[in-house]
């Protein structure tokens, strides 16, 4: 493994002592989250699971400006009637968080050059809001990199970060060799508010299809749905009164083939969004657009995103339709009695011929009870029109971080 060899090299320099304090005087991480998930969708029997995902890590003090992480992951199911796309139980609907142990990150930092760190190996990568680099956290497996990665902070308010990876573990724990190039410059303009750009390659490098891998609806090999994502956002909320603030999203990102993708794959997408902050409280409207091509072929995809975050949490657009998808959508939520609570309301439509989809609710209360310990509960309901099936899913879970 490369944090192996690195880390090898790295001790036969050091001295004893010192490489030995590092070593016994680092930090342990531990995350439990238990949880029941219920799936309900006409045709098939009702899913349902009943999951325990732990996380165990352990990051080295820094030595020579050097520290190693190394995390594990593993994914318990004490509950299975469901289909994880892994165990042939099609007569369930799909939760895809099968029982897996693996490392989920193991590498090696460096911090010795200046506003600068420096990543090799297994990690996690989520850049601005996750919309088209994220780890799936929601997932029980989450989706991380095997990269080197650099982030340089040297001008005021300006962070750079360029990453290659070869390597993605997805959610289905699957190891995906690919070809993963990642560049994003991001400014702090304002106390709260980020102006990015960015340009996002993936190339699937497999030979056979992998499951839980992107796809885009598009016939052909692993191959086909291979892309470059280039594209501009700003971001953020400005203070009106000492209790009142204006949010705001604004996205543009064009979407084209690379490493042997399909010559359909050209696409567009926007994304446009406001509101206000009262407090605790906020309400916002948002639309965004995963565009299609000229002849409706060929839908917007974003395959390295924690999906489940947007479009509904019914996860009934994880892949884009052809002819794309418009998303408008409505969001209020607040603080009661310390429960953080939230509602939004999806119509979702083509983007190429304006066909009515569906609609959706999802609906969220959690409670902290303290620091590292939250719990809640979550509902979404998928309505159908014309794509898809009508699907209901709701979530019971508990999170301990210590």
């Known amino acids: 493994m490369v944090v192996a060899a690195l880390l090898a090299a790295t001790a036969g320099a050091a001295s004893a002592h010192g490489l030995g304090y590092a070593l016994t005087h680092g930090t342990i991480d531990l995350s439990l989250r238990p949880r029941y998930e219920i799936v309900k969708q006409p045709g098939k029997k009702e899913a349902h699971a009943f999951t325990l995902r732990t996380l165990l890590g352990y990051e080295t003090a820094s030595y020579e400006h050097l520290r190693v992480l190394l995390q594990l992951i593993n994914v318990a199911s004490f509950v299975n009637d469901y289909n994880s796309l892994l165990n042939h139980k099609t007569q369930y609907p799909v939760i895809p968080d099968a029982a897996a142990t693996n490392v989920n990150q193991a590498y090696l930092s460096y911090s010795g050059l200046p506003a600068t760190t420096v990543r090799a190996g297994r990690q996690i990568i989520v850049l601005n809001n996750g919309r088209f680099v994220g780890n799936v956290d929601f997932r029980q497996n989450m989706q991380t990199f095997d990269a080197v990665s650099l982030a340089n902070h040297s001008l005021r308010h300006l962070t750079l970060y360029a990453a290659y990876s070869w390597r993605i573990k997805d959610i289905l724990n699957a190891l995906i060799p690919a070809r993963v190039t990642l560049l994003n410059a991001s400014y702090l303009f304002a106390p709260k508010s980020v102006a990015s750009v960015y340009s996002y390659t993936y190339e699937n490098r497999a030979h056979t299809v992998i499951p839980g891998a992107a796809g885009c609806d598009v016939p052909g090999g692993p191959a ?9 956002r700003v971001a953020g909320q400005a203070p009106i009164t000492p209790g009142l603030r204006i949010l705001y ?10 490493g042997g ?3 359909l794959i050209h696409a567009s997408y926007y994304h446009a969004g406001g509101g206000l902050g009262i407090g605790p409280a906020f309400v916002r409207v948002d639309e965004e657009a995963m565009g299609s091509n000229g002849a409706g072929t060929y839908g917007f995809q974003t395959p390295l995103a924690t999906k489940h975050l947007f479009n509904g949490w019914a996860e009934v657009f994880l892949v884009t339709p052809p002819t794309g998808l418009r998303s408008s959508y409505v969001t209020v939520g607040g603080k009661l009695l310390g429960t ?16 009515r989809y569906g609609h959706e609710w999802d609906l969220s209360a959690i409670y902290p009870f303290r620091p590292g310990l939250v719990a809640g509960v979550q ?3 998928y309505r159908a029109d014309h794509y898809a099936v009508n699907t209901r899913a709701a979530w019971v879970f508990v999170s301990y971080h210590y």
């Open 224 to 232: 086909v749905c291979n892309s470059e994502t280039a594209g501009i």
């Open 249 to 258: 999203d604004a996205d543009y990102a064009h979407q084209s083939p690379a």
């Open 261 to 263: 993708g399909s010559a």
């Open 340 to 355: 953080q609570l939230m509602a939004r309301y999806y119509r979702f439509q083509a983007y190429h011929t304006s066909e």
């Open 379 to 381: 509902y979404a309901d």
